[in-house]
């Protein structure tokens, strides 16, 4: 496209929105931030994508757009579903990793709670999550981690709540950190559901 810088890719630059929002929130965004956060001058982003709110909607449409094979990854090279489930967890937190940071970003999702456009990409983003844990314990019960007959997509609800859950209570009290904390939901939710050695 004429004009258009080809120096650095519009996933880095969303990536670097992203940090800045964890840093500062959306409403401290500026584009000269980014672009200086990328080593760019904030009319570059003023090409690519128009305004500030140009940028807001090309993140979240980046991040719906990557869900699933995000995802995905997730399960390849660990030993099994559940700790899979677990990684899914921390990594859906992953930027989320102070108390402010976590207070920074939950703004961004009031943004999309409010923001019809932000909505659309924010429900795309919760719909892969809660497909992507039903499938991970449909295959624990295939491979005997849980119990046959275990209602799966009942527990799908409850781990996806769980984890929003934990986030805010931990960005409270602040005892241990985000991932420990995730962890040992995750676990005791799980926990009777099992199926016990004996049984395997």
């Known amino acids: 496209m004429a004009g258009r810088p080809r120096g650095v890719d519009d996933s880095v630059i969303l990536r670097a929105a992203a940090e800045v929002i964890g840093r500062v929130g959306p409403t401290g965004l500026t584009l000269a931030a980014v672009a200086d956060e990328v080593g760019l001058v904030p009319g570059t982003l003023v090409q690519r994508f ?45 930027l989320m990793d102070t108390p402010e940071r976590f207070a920074n970003h939950l703004a961004f999702l009031c943004m999309d709670l409010t ?16 497909r992507a844990i039903l499938a991970l314990l449909d295959e624990a019960v295939t491979e005997g981690e849980l119990r046959i007959g275990t209602d799966t997509a009942a527990l799908a609800g409850s781990v996806q709540a769980l984890i ?10 602040r005892q241990d950190t985000l991932p420990e904390r995730l962890r040992r939901a995750v676990t005791a939710l799980l926990s009777p559901y099992a199926r016990s050695k004996e049984m395997s």
Not at 119 to 125: M, P
């Open 50 to 94: 128009g305004s500030k709110r140009g940028l807001l909607v090309a993140l979240a449409r980046q991040s719906a757009h990557e869900a699933q094979a995000h995802h995905e990854r997730l399960r390849q090279g660990r030993p099994s579903p559940l700790a899979a489930l677990v990684a899914l967890a921390e990594e859906s937190m992953a």
């Open 115 to 130: 923001d019809p456009q932000l909505h659309e990409y924010a429900l795309v983003i919760h719909e892969t999550q809660r």
């Open 164 to 173: 929003a859950g934990t986030g805010l209570t931990w960005a409270l009290d």
